[in-house]
């Protein structure tokens, strides 16, 4: 399995941002899509996941939506009144087994994308 997002760059405050990634591979060993990010010196954190249901981080909701079009095996995040505090590298990542109760553990996850970053100021 190959992950590949794209989509971010450097915004303006107030602004959005559509993230994709797009999956290759086993549909079976993707099961379980999630959003992660990693802002500069934090630690990495679940974002949102999506397999039958949907999962966001608590102190996220409202402003992140993630949707996937099986179809085209990509996964998207829509990110909207960016915050300078949402500037970090956001991975893709997936797993075989549901997302429920454990989506947000990083080390519970096989595949993982390179990264996109965003920006905001």
């Known amino acids: 399995v190959q992950l590949v997002e794209s989509g971010g760059g450097s915004v303006q405050t107030g602004g959005s941002l559509k993230l994709s990634c797009v999956a290759s591979g086993s549909a079976a060993s993707t099961a379980c899509m999630t959003w992660f990010r990693r802002a500069p010196g934090k630690e990495r954190e679940g974002v949102a996941a999506q397999d039958w249901a949907t999962y966001y981080a608590d102190d996220l909701k409202g402003r992140f939506s993630i949707s996937r079009d099986n179809a085209k095996s990509t996964m998207y995040l829509q990110i909207n009144d960016l915050k300078p505090e949402d500037t970090a590298m956001y991975y893709c990542?997936?797993?075989?087994?549901?997302?429920?109760?454990?989506?947000?553990?990083?080390?519970?996850?096989?595949?993982w994308g390179q990264g996109t970053q965003v920006t905001v100021s």
């Open positions: 990542a997936a797993r075989a087994a549901s997302c429920a109760l454990t989506w947000a553990r990083a080390d519970l996850y096989k595949y």
